[in-house]
């Protein structure tokens, strides 16, 4: 059992542990900024910049198409920006109109490119292939977490996904204050030189980045999940930004766990000998925790009366495009 | 007249003509497309004035103080602050945004708020200690607001709100504040508490700019207006700027001839009112 | 070439005409449904929408396969995808109202949840032991290839059936976005109007999902009517110009898409889509990238020489390194600074305008203030000839002075 475990699902557990974390945290100022679909506009665009990354370098080497990825996902902001701006749409309308143009591309360049010979699809984009990522060499069970020619064989997304956590976090460290007040008072912050603009910035490149490191092991699906719905519920449970940061992490985690566990072992429990997607799987479980959030959670209603409670003041939400902006035309 | 020329003094800077103002603005002018929100505005603030800014709505008040501080691109115009360009006096400025535009129900508390006025003190990469606690109380106490240092902001009334942001401000120890309707929708304790502070402030040297949309009380607070419509109209002393003819020249044909007689001329209808 | 002419042409075959004159009409009915929907500032609910079909999509597969033995009946599966679609829908409001949370967060909550569900039953759907699996991954992406002609009409009947809903509804709709108050007097129901839209974006959505795909349809509803903001301000003419790329766009994508292989219908048709976008992004006249940073260079200028002109008047000094640049180009000063002759003369009648405009705004302040350029235009140009005669006859000697 204790091998099994280690070669089957060790591995496949600490990643999606990992990409719910990271996702998690940085999603916490997307809630607040009125940006959730921000996680979902960038996991979209990441297909085209990973194809292109395919066809350009006929690899699928982890490095071109992280950098594929990544170029697709800045140059999908700054799109969506002049979208706004020259159009004069709500945010929510030029991301549509950007996003999706993205991912057409992608389908088509992935329908026209050989892609038989690799593991490249569209599905396998959307909802990727946690299971698949096993350690062989992990067969010795526990033992080989010492043995370093077995942590050597470790599947590359796992320490790629630790680094990308450790880069979130410490994001997190080094620009919090900026980060705070720019998110609750972006003039104020411009006033007193906190840069709002290129924070706002640096906080979608990290997005694109988790974003990224996170789809070759689980799809875009679950990324977006992990944007909104951990650092949602949280934002039900308290009043404070560090405790609400903390619940954002402890019901990631749940979600990772749960659903995995659910996944691999649900239908065996319910008598059926197949196992279901587990990035579906721990997106229907942070799902049920939002929705356990809504009905239950101490801080639902927030400050707000019922009358005010309708639909966001509009201003708010442009006045963050806009300080993205600002850093843009730096 | 004599030739003109065109750089005066042959080089001289904005800054260098008026190195003592705390805020010089030269020929501002901002616009969404064509369409001026501000068109060409000189205004000089006299150190440790206390100065309103006047007009109707959409009259460009607010645009014109966030433009003055960079926040808003201007397409024209030139901006100093203590003789120098704002970027390198911005630590000279406490700049109090609209109540409105923030976010009450975001998750922070009254002191969290109060913090932020320390950004810069606190410096890149470190966290408030209890130094900056300390101060962040002190500045609650100015405005009354000590007992609520830990209280969630979305629980406050609109004056408390604009009572934490003034201490956010105080918070700054700046040499001019630079306010955006500060008593728009605010108790009338609260007003009185806030103007308290100010004229303490005035009082210690310090100069106010105040983004101000209620005639009666002007003549009581300040002593300098600057009337704008899209373009200045005047500005100047109160007792000699804020005049009838200039109040109809700002407001037009939507305010009352009768009304603009009633608060520019008499100082005491400002006491009856409230 | 060849074979995308005769697809165009509708000569490719009964079933690929029918689902080109399919899309085409689903084109349309999504441009203008978005419009609405875009004016609402609503645009991505749509999103939530249609990744919201997917459970209902892979139950109502489930449900047919273990009745018929067969889950590819389009009829169930576009009811059970509407009965999920609503429900997100409804999610959304719910969270929205009942909650602190914003309506962005509802919307990706929603969608990425039901979606991660979908997947869930998509893998069951997978183990089961039963055909036509692939038949539910069309719906994904969206395929048009082997189409069943039942299927076709029922697309293309059930297309028209919105568009026509869409157009009887189109006052209240129009009303309701242009003004919600005035709407509410005319005594329209704003909610139920809400609903209505809601439930049209809804139908449009379950229809284009076999067409264009769950993941993509959402595009149909916004990039035409955010194309159309390009071309008009007025929202009845937007409607009808959103609704005409929509539907260009689902013609020529859906022929260019039948003309090869490897062209995913709703991929295709989305480029197109996206393609008379970026054309009108660029060159739109109104609001274009080219025209709008022209206008705003061209404004910036003369916003530039005419302070530089009034300075120039009144002897003051000219600190802005663009104004004397203005200044310069224009032959109104010299290179050391002092103004020549020409300019003496424009600043003269700059200083006039600069009065008669004041004067026009001091006599009629609220006329003055609906002009939209503050008094930029030559006032000969911008009033009528009477009115600036008299405005001059008023004009006193000290006006034009130094002030």
Request: charged share 15%; aromatic share 6%.
């Amino acid at each position: 059992m204790g091998t099994d475990f280690v070669v089957l699902s060790l591995v496949p557990l600490a990643i999606g542990i990992l990409v719910c974390v990271s996702c998690a945290l940085l999603g916490n100022f997307l809630v607040l900024r009125r940006q959730s679909l921000i996680g979902d506009a960038v996991s979209h665009v990441v297909l085209p910049g990973i194809v292109g990354a395919f066809i350009v370098t006929g690899t699928v080497a982890a490095g071109a198409m992280l950098l594929g990825a990544g170029i697709a996902a800045v140059l999908a902001v700054l799109l969506i920006e002049i979208v706004r701006r020259v159009g004069r749409v709500e945010p929510g309308a030029a991301m549509g109109v950007v996003f999706t143009t993205f991912f057409a591309a992608g389908v088509l360049l992935l329908e026209q490119s050989d892609t038989s010979s690799v593991h490249l699809d569209v599905e396998h984009a959307l909802y990727g292939n946690l299971e698949s990522l096993i350690w062989l060499a992990g067969s010795a069970g526990w033992a080989a977490l010492l043995d370093p020619a077995a942590l050597a064989a470790l599947p590359p997304q796992l320490p790629r996904l630790a680094l990308v956590t450790f880069a979130v976090v410490l994001f997190l460290l080094v620009f919090w204050k900026e980060l705070v007040i720019g998110t609750f008072d972006a003039t104020f912050a411009e006033s007193v030189g906190a840069r709002p603009g290129p924070v706002s910035f640096a906080l979608i490149v990290m997005v694109a980045v988790a974003a990224v490191a996170a789809f070759d092991a689980v799809g875009s699906i679950i990324v977006i999940a992990m944007f909104i719905c951990p650092p949602a519920s949280a934002r039900l449970m308290t009043d404070r930004l560090v405790p609400q940061l903390a619940w954002s992490v402890v019901f990631a985690v749940v979600s990772a766990i749960a659903g995995y566990v659910l996944a691999g072992y649900g239908p065996l429990w319910l008598g059926a000998a197949y196992s279901v997607s587990a990035a579906g799987m721990i997106a229907t479980v942070a799902g049920l925790i939002l929705a356990l959030a809504c009905l239950a959670g101490p801080r639902r209603f927030g400050t707000r009366t019922a009358a005010r409670r309708r639909r966001p003041p509009p201003r708010r939400a442009s006045h963050h495009q806009s300080s993205i902006s600002n850093s843009l035309q730096v | 007249m004599s030739t003109p020329t065109l750089i005066a003094d042959n080089g001289r800077t904005l800054g260098e003509s008026h190195p003592d103002s705390p805020l010089a603005v030269n020929g501002l002018t901002v616009s969404y497309g064509e369409k001026p929100v501000l068109f060409s505005i000189d205004f000089v603030v006299p150190k440790g004035a206390m100065v309103a800014i006047v007009g109707p709505n959409g009259a460009g008040k607010s645009t014109l103080i966030k433009a003055a501080l960079g926040i808003v691109p201007r397409i024209a115009g030139e901006v100093t602050v203590f003789g120098a360009p704002y970027e390198k006096a911005r630590h000279r400025i406490a700049y109090v945004p609209q109540r409105a535009s923030v976010d009450w129900d975001f998750p922070a508390t009254v002191r969290d708020v109060v913090l932020m006025g320390l950004y810069r003190e606190i410096g890149f990469l470190r966290f408030a200690g209890r130094r900056h606690r300390e101060r962040a109380l002190a500045c609650l106490e100015r405005v009354g607001m000590a007992a609520f240092a830990d209280r969630q902001i979305g629980q406050l009334s609109g004056g408390q709100q604009q009572r934490v942001f003034l201490a956010r401000a105080l918070a700054q120890e700046a040499d001019l504040y630079v306010m955006d309707e500060p008593f728009a929708g605010v108790d009338a304790a609260t007003e009185r508490a806030i103007i308290a502070v100010l004229k303490e402030l005035n009082g210690a040297g310090k100069t106010i700019v105040c983004v101000h949309h209620d005639l009666a009380t002007v003549p009581d607070y300040f002593d300098h207006v600057l009337l704008v419509n899209v373009r200045k109209i005047a500005d100047g002393p109160v007792a000699t700027t804020f005049t009838s003819h200039n109040l109809q020249a700002t407001y037009g044909g939507r305010l009352a001839a009768a009304h603009v007689e009633e608060v520019a001329v008499g100082r005491e209808a400002a006491g009856e009112g409230r | 070439m060849m074979a995308f002419l005769t697809a165009l042409a509708l000569g490719a075959g009964y079933n690929t005409a029918l689902v080109t004159i399919g899309a085409a009409i689903l084109g349309g009915s999504a441009g203008a449904i978005g419009t609405f929907v875009l004016l609402r500032k609503r645009s991505l609910v749509s999103d939530a929408v249609s990744h919201g079909t997917l459970p209902g999509l892979a139950l109502a597969f489930i449900l047919m396969a273990l009745l018929t033995g067969d889950g590819r009946n389009i009829v169930a599966l576009m009811v059970g995808a509407a009965f999920s679609a609503a429900l997100g829908l409804f999610c959304v409001e719910w969270i929205t109202r009942r909650t602190r949370l914003t309506e962005d967060a509802a919307i990706g909550a929603v969608l990425s949840v039901f979606f991660g569900f979908g997947i869930v039953l998509l893998t069951v759907i997978q183990s089961l032991q039963t055909g036509g699996q692939a038949g539910i991954a069309g719906y994904l992406l969206g395929s048009t290839a082997g189409m069943l002609r039942s299927e076709a009409e029922t697309i293309a009947v059930a297309a028209l059936a919105t568009g026509a809903a869409i157009f009887v509804l189109r006052r209240p709709f129009t009303l309701v976005c242009f003004d919600e108050g005035y709407a509410a007097t005319r005594g329209i129901d704003v909610r139920l109007t809400d609903l209505a839209m809601m439930g049209v974006l809804l139908a449009v959505t379950v229809i284009g999902l076999k067409v264009a795909g769950l993941v993509l349809i959402v595009a149909l509803t916004i990039i035409p009517p955010v194309t159309a903001r390009f071309w008009t301000d007025r929202p009845e003419r937007m409607v009808l110009i959103a609704a005409a790329f929509g539907a260009a766009a689902g013609y020529v994508g859906a022929a260019i898409s039948a003309s090869d292989r490897g062209l995913p219908t709703g991929a295709v048709i989305v480029l197109t889509a996206a393609a008379f976008f970026a054309v009108s992004l660029v060159l739109s006249p109104v609001r274009g990238l080219m025209s709008g940073l022209a206008t705003r260079l061209r404004f910036q200028r003369r916003v530039h020489e005419r302070q530089g002109l009034l300075a120039l008047a009144r002897g003051e000094a000219i600190y802005d390194p663009l104004t004397i640049k203005v200044l310069r180009r224009a032959g109104h000063i010299r290179a050391d600074g002092v103004a020549t002759l020409e300019g003496r003369a424009a600043a003269a009648a700059a200083v006039r305008e600069e009065a008669l405009w004041g004067l026009y705004r001091r006599l009629h302040p609220d006329e003055a203030g609906a002009l939209d350029h503050q008094g930029l235009a030559p006032i000969a140009t911008a009033l009528p000839p009477d009115v600036v005669a008299d405005l001059a006859a008023r004009l006193e000697p000290a006006d034009t002075g130094v002030r």
